[in-house]
């Protein structure tokens, strides 16, 4: 339901103090800054120690207010790890009758807590169904498997890579939810430029109303509620497998989009740009990769970072969070993301007068998946096949 508000009442003085504050700060501060001022990203470097051991493909991680790191692992599972009592053996949630794993990208890719999770225990789910791969988005509580409800799906049946897989709220309160392009190679059903299918898009949708028969409803501004043809849940288009994204305080999305051979990439996204056509598949990063899906005048975003296989022997972004703990002060503000197979440490941050600073700042464990933050903020890491959960701190270079 709609909520009305009050509009506030501006004075000349309250004009004046906000024009005088545009001219002295150009990016206005986000609450809850530290006052220390962020160094140069060549000053920082990331340091892991491990945590937890023994998880069975790892492939994503969040934080729940009691202060437990909730991890699901690729078969159907979710642990629970705490820092003062370790890894719990016994999964807090099993959903392993209802995944399809039969391909390595196929699994239990996404979890995130509702956020009154504290008082429900509702988790939101997104993985691959049995018995054809099917995208699909849901709501369970934890231990509770049977009263699980599927919310959004599509079909992925033919190919079973590219399933994108990533859930979070935003700071609006509605579930972003990222998928995959089809699978195979080259935007086999040129989904990345179709607006008819929700492959390769991000999905924004409102899971706290119903609408019809749908259990979930569509937000009135999103871009294309009133586009014929067009799937009004989507969010943003132009993506070849986004697996792993983020949402920063200012509701701006953070994204790691993985590139077919070439080029890796990293967009930010913020709630201004709506509708954004990232490009896939005709770009791959900033380069022309198919010129028969450019469309004339088409307006394109480009990445804040990419890189190139090449040059770093990459082969898979993952895309990581933005750095909004106390501990480390100097590296406030800064998004740290990887590659699975070079590790290497890539931090990206935004500039107050525009564009972006970007470094490598060192390497992360074997296969790191993803990129999680506890209730303080403070960073983990998981890595794929080597099972492990490494707590991620910033040292200054000396």
């Given at each position: 339901?709609?909520?009305?508000?009050?509009?506030?009442?501006?004075?000349?003085?309250?004009?004046?103090?906000?024009?005088?504050?545009?001219?002295?700060?150009?990016?206005?501060?986000?609450?809850?800054?530290?006052?220390?001022?962020?160094?140069?990203?060549?000053?920082?470097?990331?340091?892991?120690?491990?945590?937890?051991?023994?998880?069975?493909?790892?492939?994503?991680?969040?934080?729940?207010?009691?202060?437990?790191?909730?991890?699901?692992?690729?078969?159907?599972?979710?642990?629970?790890?705490?820092?003062?009592?370790?890894?719990?053996?016994?999964?807090?949630?099993d959903l392993t009758a209802r995944i399809d794993t039969s391909d390595n990208e196929r699994g239990l890719l996404?979890?995130?807590?509702?956020?009154?999770?504290?008082?429900?225990?509702?988790?939101?789910?997104?993985?691959?169904?049995?018995?054809?791969?099917?995208?699909?988005?849901?709501?369970?509580?934890?231990?509770?498997?049977?009263?699980?409800?599927?919310?959004?799906?599509?079909?992925?049946?033919?190919?079973?890579?590219?399933?994108?897989?990533?859930?979070?709220?935003?700071?609006?309160?509605?579930?972003?939810?990222?998928?995959?392009?089809?699978?195979?190679?080259?935007?086999?059903?040129?989904?990345?430029?179709?607006?008819?299918?929700?492959?390769?898009?991000?999905?924004?949708?409102?899971?706290?109303?119903?609408?019809?028969?749908?259990?979930?409803?569509?937000?009135?501004?999103?871009?294309?509620?009133?586009?014929?043809?067009?799937?009004?849940?989507?969010?943003?288009?132009?993506?070849?497998?986004?697996?792993?994204?983020?949402?920063d305080v200012d509701n701006s999305l953070w994204i790691g989009d993985v590139g077919q051979g070439l080029v890796e990439e990293i967009n930010h996204i913020r709630p201004s740009q709506r509708g954004a056509n990232l490009g896939w598949s005709c770009r791959e990063g900033t380069p022309v990769f198919d010129p028969q899906q450019c469309r004339p005048g088409g307006r394109y975003t480009d990445p804040v970072f990419e890189y190139e296989h090449f040059m770093t022997e990459s082969c898979s972004v993952t895309g990581g969070v933005v750095y909004r703990g106390s501990r480390t002060p100097e590296a406030w503000g800064t998004y740290i993301a990887s590659d699975y197979c070079s590790t290497l440490a890539f931090a990206v941050r935004p500039q107050p007068r525009g564009g972006y600073e970007s470094a490598t700042i060192g390497r992360f464990p074997t296969q790191p998946t993803a990129f999680g933050v506890d209730v303080h903020g403070e960073l983990y890491v998981l890595s794929d096949l080597p099972g492990f959960l490494s707590k991620v701190r910033f040292e200054r270079v000396s």
């Open positions: 339901m709609s909520q009305r508000h009050r509009r506030p009442v501006i004075t000349l003085a309250g004009l004046l103090i906000l024009a005088l504050s545009a001219v002295l700060f150009p990016t206005a501060p986000v609450a809850g800054a530290p006052r220390t001022h962020a160094v140069p990203l060549t000053e920082l470097t990331v340091a892991t120690e491990q945590v937890a051991f023994g998880l069975r493909r790892p492939i994503a991680i969040t934080g729940v207010p009691d202060g437990r790191m909730l991890i699901a692992e690729k078969d159907g599972t979710v642990r629970a790890y705490h820092p003062d009592t370790g890894l719990a053996a016994d999964p807090v949630l996404g979890i995130t807590p509702a956020p009154n999770f504290a008082r429900t225990g509702i988790l939101y789910v997104a993985y691959t169904s049995l018995p054809a791969g099917e995208l699909t988005l849901a709501r369970v509580p934890l231990g509770a498997p049977d009263r699980l409800q599927v919310l959004l799906t599509q079909q992925h049946s033919e190919y079973g890579n590219h399933n994108g897989g990533q859930v979070a709220f935003g700071r609006d309160g509605y579930l972003y939810w990222s998928l995959g392009d089809g699978g195979h190679a080259n935007d086999p059903f040129k989904a990345g430029q179709d607006l008819g299918t929700l492959l390769g898009k991000i999905v924004r949708i409102d899971v706290n109303r119903t609408c019809a028969a749908k259990p979930y409803c569509v937000p009135a501004d999103n871009p294309f509620v009133r586009m014929p043809g067009a799937r009004p849940e989507i969010w943003l288009y132009g993506l070849r497998n986004p697996w792993r994204f983020s949402v």
